[in-house]
């Protein structure tokens, strides 16, 4: 007999996206052929982020060298050539949207001899050249685990690194294509702290593929053994009914997204984000990883000025 595929519950509902910002990021986006995640991966959170000035930008095209289960981005096994004028029209849109806090993103591309990551890297240098003013958080590929071209990102200066573990380790060669992995994904995030060890980093993970809540404590526990500052958990949605994408196996309850945010701050992450649609580009994240980089480049307060000695007393 075949399963049921469960109901979608009432909490997963997200509004309709629309307003004038939001429809300059798209409409500015069509006109230069940027590519963005929050479209390609049908992100629920749209409207809200490109509201409120937070956009999540796909660069190296819109097709990916790698078939992950998850994923609704296009795959193939080579890439769309590089635009080299894509890191200047970034750059400008990014500067002429006056957005305050941009993640930057890109499909895999191991058909590259570099996988992208100078590519990436220019498109950073453009975002800091033509709108100084923007906090710039990236999503890397894993670039299968090769140190210079985790050096290469760093190097470029973003306020914060993520890379995604996706899900717990049973079930990554189920969820994830072949070439990536549970123990690479955790090396590169290792590798970043590593490099920058005042640097930010973050990850992410899916639940509702099948997960207990010991699998999720261990993923977290393995996050927080690398350095992992920031994390997001949130509900898979199935992007297709193909038998490529996987079906969601529970929607998991708003009660139980809670206590994985209660486990994780307890474990020592500056910030979890969990919730049935929050995605690892999630605007309330955005805003507290915004607050948080601000209060770091405040300088500290002055030291008050010790109590003068008192007058010794005249004979």
Known sequence: MERRRPAHPPW??????????????KARARELTLHTVCEEARCPNIGECW???????????????????????NTRRNGLPLDPDE??????TIAEMELD????TSVDRDDLPDQGAGHFAACIAAIRAHSPGTMVEVLIPDFRGERALVQRIVDAGPEVIAHNVETVARLTPTVRDPRAGYQQSLDVLAMLKEMAPQGLTKSSLMVGLGETVDEMDQAMRDL???????????????????????PVVEYITPEAFADYER???ALGFLYVASGPLVRSSY???DLFIRRYL??????????????????????
């Open 12 to 25: 997963l509902k997200a509004k309709m996206p629309g307003g004038e910002r939001y429809s300059r990021i």
């Open 51 to 73: 509201g409120g000035g937070t956009a999540t930008f796909m660069v190296m095209g819109d097709t990916c060298t790698r078939g992950c289960r998850f994923c609704a981005v």
């Open 87 to 92: 890191p200047a029209k970034l750059g400008r």
């Open 101 to 104: 806090y941009v993640v930057l």
């Open 224 to 246: 927080r053994a690398v350095g992992c500052d920031f994390l997001t958990i949130g509900q898979y949605l199935r992007p297709t009914q193909k038998d490529a994408h996987l």
């Open 263 to 265: 486990r994780g701050l």
């Open 283 to 285: 605007k309330a994240g």
């Open 294 to 315: 601000q209060a770091r480049l405040e300088p500290a307060p002055e030291p008050a000025a010790p109590p003068a000695p008192a007058s010794e007393p005249r004979a």
